[in-house]
């Protein structure tokens, strides 16, 4: 079984940073592929950034690229998003995901991010 904790959310001013963080439980953390995705109110979940088992291989939505960085700490079972520039329709719940084969298989529980104009 497979647990991830998000952390590093809160309230920040456009144009500022964030630093998210994901914690994963069990000892296959570098085996699994990892994601970040986000959810507005009365938006549908959209993905956000991926990152492969190595770290070498990553993905952006067009939204965030060139301001989002993902990235990941095998020896720590942590996984990163790292957020400038943000900007208030960044605003969302954000959560980690985790997958194995196919299929994102594992979730966190979300992190709020408020973004101010």
């Known amino acids: 079984q497979v647990q991830l904790v998000e952390s590093g959310g809160g309230l920040v001013q456009a144009g500022g940073s964030l630093r998210l963080s994901c914690a994963c439980s069990?000892?296959?953390?570098?085996?699994?592929?990892m994601g970040w995705f986000r959810q507005a109110p009365d938006k549908a979940r959209e993905i956000v950034a991926t990152?492969?088992?190595?770290?070498?291989?990553?993905y952006y939505a067009d939204s965030v690229k060139g301001r989002f960085t993902i990235s990941r700490d095998n020896t720590k079972n942590t996984v990163y998003l790292q957020m400038n520039s943000l900007k208030p329709e960044d605003t969302a719940v954000y959560f980690c995901?985790?997958?194995?084969?196919?299929?994102?298989?594992?979730w966190g529980q979300g992190t709020q991010v408020t973004v101010s104009s």
């Open positions: 069990g000892r296959t953390f570098s085996s699994y592929g």
């Open positions: 990152i492969n088992w190595s770290g070498g291989s990553t």
């Open positions: 995901a985790a997958t194995y084969t196919s299929g994102w298989d594992y």
